[in-house]
């Protein structure tokens, strides 16, 4: 009967050992499937709000440069504007971009968010073609190119 009472105490030091180790492999292999889980999480977040915010600036950008009588080129960034103006009675559009990253649209005094999370517009003309590349501020994200035609003013 001693014998049997000896043996229910409890765990012997290399079984506790090895049921640590077991422990943590299992925690490690949890953790890092985890960790790579939110990495692919965040990085798809980012490139989401990048196509997000190229879609805005794009509606806005294609409408108003579609529509321009004159469109100067430059760089639209912080610190610096482009502004186009169309229609009968002249409306006066101008972009911006903020500390914030968002594509300010202005016409007629009212300023508006046209996109958030664009660095920067790039706007070229050649001929009857006006070039836009937009500049997602998210990190990783690509530029995009808008080519607009067939303007209502005609040619440059």
Do not use: W
């Given at each position: 009967?001693?014998?049997?009472?000896?043996?229910?105490?409890?765990?012997?030091?290399?079984?506790?050992?090895?049921?640590?180790?077991?422990?943590?492999?299992?925690t490690?292999?949890?953790?890092?499937?985890?960790?790579?889980?939110?990495?692919?999480?965040?990085?798809?977040?980012?490139?989401?709000?990048?196509?997000?915010?190229?879609?805005?600036?794009?509606?806005?950008?294609?409408?108003?440069?579609?529509?321009?009588?004159?469109v100067?080129?430059?760089?639209?960034?912080?610190?610096?504007?482009?502004?186009?103006?169309?229609?009968?009675?002249?409306?006066t559009?101008?972009?911006?971009?903020?500390?914030n990253?968002?594509?300010?649209?202005?016409?007629?005094?009212?300023?508006?968010?046209?996109?958030?999370?664009?660095?920067?517009?790039?706007?070229?003309?050649?001929?009857?073609?006006?070039?836009?590349?937009?500049?997602?501020?998210?990190?990783?994200?690509?530029?995009?190119?808008?080519?607009?035609?067939?303007?209502?003013?005609?040619?440059?």
């Amino acid at each position: 009967m001693s014998r049997r009472k000896a043996a229910q105490r409890g765990f012997t030091l290399v079984e506790m050992m090895v049921g640590m180790a077991l422990l943590s492999v299992i925690t490690f292999a949890m953790v890092g499937t985890f960790l790579v889980g939110t990495r692919s999480l965040t990085n798809e977040a980012r490139l989401i709000a990048a196509d997000t915010a190229v879609s805005h600036a794009s509606f806005t950008l294609t409408r108003d440069l579609a529509s321009a009588t004159t469109v100067p080129t430059g760089t639209i960034a912080a610190g610096s504007t482009v502004t186009l103006t169309y229609g009968t009675p002249a409306v006066t559009v101008v972009y911006s971009v903020n500390t914030n990253n968002d594509l300010i649209r202005t016409a007629g005094g009212s300023a508006s968010v046209a996109a958030r999370g664009i660095t920067s517009v790039v706007i070229t003309a050649t001929g009857c073609y006006e070039t836009a590349t937009i500049q997602p501020s998210a990190t990783g994200a690509t530029s995009v190119v808008l080519n607009v035609s067939n303007r209502p003013a005609g040619c440059f």
